[in-house]
């Protein structure tokens, strides 16, 4: 299985953040599925054509829920933007949910928040998203549903905000957390381009400075600390100023925050500490800040987040647990209970939009066919080409085992998918649904 983001190997963990990489130890061989089996998931399997929201019955799940996860088992299946898209509309539109959350960094989202919010216009709103992999939020799927949330915001009384919740581009929340502190006084901007100074000792992006801490050569852990707090010092102030000073104010409070679990997840990678949880806990403390953000008119605060299975699942039902792994999709269901819905996404084979290394451009890759006993596998001898299996309840027997699951992240080579691309999974506890595409097609970069 994928470690991950697990630190202890420099670079070469680094690289496991988002390309799923692993080896074929506990890969886990299943007996083929019985005909009965296949056909109580047969029977439980909802074929849709277009929209799973509208056209089974999940919609009446997420709507009775305050937060919802949609997953995917690659970063580059264009069926899974579309259909994650659908269902956000859906939320939005029909069921008042006011948040959509990203795997994506937060000063790269922040542009796009204000686009679909109205302040602020632009030939491309999604051209912040210029880091690798930028394919992942560049794409004609994003830029639909960004323009349908600016045209929905126009005409709501409540307006719905784009947000990201990952930390890994260092830079871009520094230079955000600063430009605030600098506008608003002389003293204040001076002693955020100390801290600023710091990590720019160790040269630029947290690849720079994630070795050079480990070995002890710039520490910049008091100075990220600070920062947050010269931010946080600001807020009385902001709400004393109104509506749009209020949203900077929590638009540079999220980027230093996003500056000190930064600080941390990169110097933690390279000192051998578990990153990848780092990281996730992270996410979490996100999803809490815009929900209170949202609520603090005293307003119901829902919110959608578009991440990877392996952070929307549970991980307390994968072998991430084995490795000391947890994950957003665990933290939410502890937080918030049965008020959360975690979606899953599935493909048995097709195409993907993935790089051959950290780093890299965006490539046509396919995607063979999921190997004999996995979960997509199994699906696929149902011969229907979408379906979704509601896994709340009653859920299919087969769907009890540990069974293993394709994991396909940004690096990815076709080759070395077998060793690499894999986890196991007790399906049925992982997700609350799981939506199957049964053959899929790459997402394509804008500007391709």
């Known amino acids: 299985m994928a470690n991950h983001g697990r630190a202890g190997a420099g670079l070469i ?3 496991c953040v988002l390309s799923a990489c692993g080896t074929e130890q506990g890969f886990t061989r299943q007996e083929p599925p019985t005909d009965a089996q296949v056909e109580e998931l047969r029977a439980a399997a909802l074929p849709f054509q277009a929209d799973p929201a509208r056209e ?3 919609g009446q799940d997420l709507a009775s829920v305050d937060v919802v996860l949609l997953g995917e088992d690659t970063h580059g299946t264009r069926e899974f933007y579309e259909l994650r898209s659908r269902i956000t509309q859906y939320l939005i539109a029909e069921h008042g949910f006011t948040a959509v959350l990203i795997e994506g960094d937060w000063p790269e989202a922040s542009p796009v928040n204000a686009y679909v919010r109205g302040e ?3 030939p491309d709103p999604l051209a912040g998203f210029a880091s690798f992999p930028n ?4 794409n004609e799927e994003v830029r639909g549903l960004v323009e349908w949330m600016r045209a929905h915001n126009a005409q709501a009384p409540r307006k719905v905000g784009f947000y990201g919740l990952d930390l890994q581009n260092l830079d871009a929340a520094l230079t955000r957390a600063v430009a605030y502190l600098e506008g608003i006084s002389p003293e ?5 381009r100390g801290y600023h100074a710091c990590f720019r000792r160790a040269g630029r992006g947290g690849e720079a400075y994630g070795p050079e801490a480990a070995r002890g050569a710039v520490v910049c852990t008091r100075e990220a600390a600070q920062l947050l707090e010269d931010v946080e010092a600001q807020r009385s102030g902001a709400e004393q100023r109104g509506e749009a000073a209020l949203e900077a104010w929590f638009d540079a409070r999220e980027s230093a925050r996003a500056v000190k679990d930064g600080e941390a997840y990169y110097r933690g990678m390279y000192q051998g500490e578990n990153s990848w949880n780092i990281r996730d806990r992270h996410m979490l403390g996100v999803l809490q800040a815009v929900t209170e953000h949202h609520a603090r008119t005293g307003q119901r605060a829902r919110v959608i987040v578009w991440a990877h299975n392996t952070h929307v699942g549970d991980a307390r039902a994968t072998s991430m647990a084995a490795q000391g792994d947890l994950n957003l999709g665990e933290l939410v269901r502890t937080q918030w209970d049965r008020s959360t819905f975690l979606l899953g996404f599935t493909t048995y084979e097709g195409a993907v939009t993935a790089a051959s290394s950290w780093g890299g451009a965006p490539e046509d890759k396919p995607l063979a066919p999921a190997v004999e006993g996995s979960y997509e596998h199994l699906f696929h001898q149902l011969g229907l080409p979408r379906f979704v299996v509601r896994l709340r309840g009653d859920t299919p027997e087969v769907l009890q085992h540990l069974r ?9 080579q076709p080759s070395l998918e077998r060793a690499g691309n894999y986890l196991d999974a007790r399906m049925a506890e992982q997700f609350d649904a799981v939506i199957h595409v049964d053959r899929s097609t790459r997402v394509l970069p804008l500007g391709r």
């Open 56 to 58: 089974t019955l999940l």
């Open 188 to 192: 204040s901007g001076e002693r955020a």
């Open 135 to 138: 394919w992942m939020w560049r």
């Open 13 to 15: 963990v680094f690289l």
């Open 120 to 122: 602020e216009d632009g």
């Open 404 to 412: 293993s699951e394709r994991a396909v992240g940004v690096v990815f």
